[in-house]
């Protein structure tokens, strides 16, 4: 045995003398034993070599990635629970999710808490019919409006690089529990968690996890409560970090969602039809170069979190009806970089792009007025986030769009 070392060639390129027991340490690391002659050889042939470090870790990724992070990291205990799912992007979920958080008793629940079934929604959209609020109602969606938007303002000061979208989830929850209301999302058709966390190429649903934010990502919260018997919803996108705002790509895609939100909404009054905040919605859209979701749509709002009016946001689209004084609904666009298809992860919510590209949503819980429409949802002078410009490239020329 002892001569096997003696039988080894010098990796090194210009080099035919048999190999010593001069091993690289980053081959070594890599699981592969590179031998050379000397140190000298070893010194002479580095630029060379170290080519193999690259092509050696990418054979090694591809190999085993799968089933390396399939099994909990024995470090941290995290792992991915899809490893052998084709992920349309670069983000994955980040496992184990954190235990179920309790709702005190004293606080009311909607119906489906237990068992995740809405049957009260199932048996109104039987029926088709759009419920007009009185007066009484419409302060009850007010109010919870109002709680729902100083939830989301509390999780968005949450955001920074190295913060887990769990967190973002425990700060929510306990913000909820503040004001005496159950967060909507918590066992809604079995959601596991009490808000929706979509980064980058998720489109929507995304599960709170341990993945933490990252200085160039985006992050979408979507919250939403239950409170004195009535639902209110929202959602922003932020940047986390600075290195997302100065990315002209993520910029394009957050400042064109919240622009078709803002243009849908102004269309809302009294017989406006529904099926028209979608033509406005994709022709701004189109004319920053971006897509319209399809699968996904805006949905009437009270004591019943999702129910009739369906608000589809993309143009021509045949949703049949007319606005009300005393409706409540949403309108939350869903704006795509690439391709508007979508594709569900095998958690069965978490909603991303089809081509892994980036997306972004805004959400405000709309009502319709004798002359117009009140945002239930609107932003405070103090509400963190809010539109920002166009960043500089660095060759000095503005992206794109005048
Ligand atoms: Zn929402
Ligand atoms: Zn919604």
């Known amino acids: 045995m002892a001569d096997a070392a003696a039988k080894r060639k010098c990796k090194g ?5 048999d190999a010593g027991t001069m091993v690289c340490p980053k081959c070594r ?7 050379f002659c000397s140190q000298d050889c070893f010194t002479r042939n580095w630029s060379t070599h170290k080519a193999v470090h690259k092509k050696q870790s990418n054979l090694l990724a591809n190999l085993l990635a799968p089933k390396v992070t399939a099994k909990p990291d024995p470090d941290t205990g995290l792992y991915n629970p899809f490893p052998t799912f084709s992920f349309t992007g670069p983000l994955r979920p980040v496992y184990p999710l954190s235990e179920r958080r309790e709702v005190p008793k004293s606080i009311p629940h909607p119906d489906y808490w237990k068992d995740g079934q809405p049957r009260s929604e199932q048996a109104w959209r039987a029926r088709h019919k759009i419920e007009i609020l009185d007066k009484d109602q419409q302060e009850g969606m007010r109010k919870v409006c109002r709680l729902g938007r100083e939830v989301l303002d509390i ?8 913060v887990t979208t769990d967190y973002i989830d425990k700060i929510v929850h306990e913000a909820c529990l503040e004001r005496n209301s159950y967060p909507s999302p918590l066992n809604y058709v079995n959601f596991p968690k009490s808000v929706c966390t979509s980064l980058n190429e998720v489109i929507c649903h995304g599960i709170p996890d341990q993945r933490p934010l990252e ?15 009535f639902h209110g919803d929202l959602n922003e996108t932020y940047y986390v970090g600075d290195k997302a705002k100065a990315d002209p790509e993520s910029v394009r895609v957050v400042e064109t969602a919240r622009e078709c939100l803002d243009e849908a909404i102004k ?5 406006a039809l529904f099926r028209e905040y979608g033509n406005v919605i994709e022709k701004h ?3 920053k170069k971006c897509s319209v979701i399809r699968t996904y749509c805006g949905h009437g709002i009270n004591s019943l979190f999702h129910c009739e009016p369906n608000i589809p946001h993309y143009a ?14 949403t309108i939350e666009p869903m704006i795509a970089l690439g391709s508007y298809r979508d594709r569900t992860w095998p958690d069965d919510w978490t909603s991303v792009t089809i081509d892994g590209k980036r997306t972004a949503q805004f959400e405000h819980t709309l009502l319709v007025t004798e002359d117009g429409v009140e945002i ?20 000095g020329e503005v992206k794109a769009e005048a």
């Open 13 to 17: 390129a210009d080099c035919d003398k």
């Open 316 to 329: 021509k689209n045949k949703a049949v009806g007319a606005a009300k004084p005393g409706m409540c609904f």
């Open 215 to 229: 200085d160039g990502d985006i992050v979408n919260i979507d919250v939403t409560l239950y409170h004195g018997g």
């Open 285 to 287: 859209a189109k004319s």
């Open 155 to 162: 999780a968005a000061a949450a955001i920074k690089p190295g």
């Open 29 to 35: 690391d890599l699981g592969v034993d590179s031998y």
């Open 267 to 271: 269309l809302v009054k009294p017989g």
């Open 376 to 395: 239930l949802t609107a932003r405070t002078s103090t509400s963190p986030g809010g539109p920002i410009p166009m960043p500089i490239e660095s060759n």
